[in-house]
């Protein structure tokens, strides 16, 4: 295993050398060599993802009667098994082995998640089929995925001084999930600057492309509530609201505002600004995008 391993690293470089025009050098073996040496260093560390992960899946779902079941047969463990070994791989540079990997772990389960993803402990998707997980994605531990879930780029074709795309971690342009998400099914969340606080939730067939604020809770029809740092059940029971849906009555947004907290028991939030303005020019585009095709906003 090790010696065609070396083999095919060797391959690969020889290969990526080649379409550059650069020579290869006398001593490719000793430098692949040194490369997997890296890797089977960190197979212990690999071996101890892998079991949290299986236990993740183990805890998340209730149609799982045994962790060897999850081991054995579910798609959530090749793709992501596959994906750890390979980012190893992507950090060490070895040109076009990790890619290949993960292709053909998205062939076999349907789950695609890029080489270059960071990924942390205890991370479950639940069936699978459809998850797309960008390159510079960062996904942190305890995370929960469902299918059909994108972690994807936002106008990514950021250009460089010769005008060509930034490619790779050069360009930041897939999200953050910080600790303890779960995002459900078919929710797109897209962006380099698009970052989901820990212990929060995001809805089905949600559409976002701005940070959320730990302990929030995002739905389809706009909403996002953050409980404060204490978490749900903790002391501080202040809430941060953004996109809130209000309930119905008259004397305006505020007015509902102010019905929405009194009925929470709520503190008013401290003025945002920077938020408002924000706010203002996105519900801006929305009907003007309305108005465009003779639909009246919600």
């Known amino acids: 295993m090790e010696t065609l391993l070396a083999e095919q690293i060797c391959c690969a470089v020889r290969f990526d050398l080649r379409r550059r025009g650069q020579p290869t050098p006398a001593n490719i073996e ?96 639940d069936h699978g089929t459809g998850v797309v997980i960008g390159e510079t994605a960062t996904i942190g531990h305890k995370v929960t995925l469902y299918h059909g879930v994108t972690l994807g780029a936002f106008n990514p074709l950021i250009k460089d001084e010769t005008g060509e795309p930034r490619r790779g971690q050069t360009n930041k342009r897939h999200p953050d999930l910080e600790d303890h998400v779960t995002v459900y099914p078919n929710a797109t969340i897209l962006g380099g600057d698009t970052r989901i606080g820990h212990h929060s939730i995001v809805g089905g067939n949600v559409w976002l492309t701005h940070s959320v604020a730990p302990y929030s809770k995002v739905t389809l029809n706009g909403s996002a509530q953050a409980e404060g740092s204490q978490g749900p059940r903790g002391g501080d029971r202040r809430t941060w609201l953004a996109h809130q849906h209000l309930p119905r009555g008259g004397g305006g947004r505020e007015a509902g505002l102010d019905r929405l907290r009194r009925r929470r028991g709520i503190e008013p939030p401290t003025p945002n600004p920077a938020w408002d303005e924000r706010r203002g020019a996105t519900q801006g585009r929305f009907r003007a995008r309305h108005a465009a095709g003779n639909q009246p906003p919600r």
């Not at 998340?60 to 079941?69: C, G, T, V």
Request: hydrophobic share 45%.
């Open 30 to 125: 000793d430098c692949a060599g040194k490369q997997l040496e890296e890797l089977f260093s960190q197979l212990p560390e690999l071996s101890r993802l892998l079991a949290s992960d299986i236990e993740a899946a183990f805890h998340n779902d209730p149609a799982a009667p045994s962790p060897e079941e999850i081991l054995l047969s579910y798609p959530c463990t090749e793709a992501i098994s596959v994906q750890r070994l390979a980012h190893r791989l992507y950090l060490l540079e070895v040109p076009f082995i990790p890619r290949m990997m993960t292709e053909v772990a998205h062939n076999h389960t349907g789950i695609d998640i890029h080489p270059g993803a960071a990924i942390g402990e205890s991370f479950f998707i």
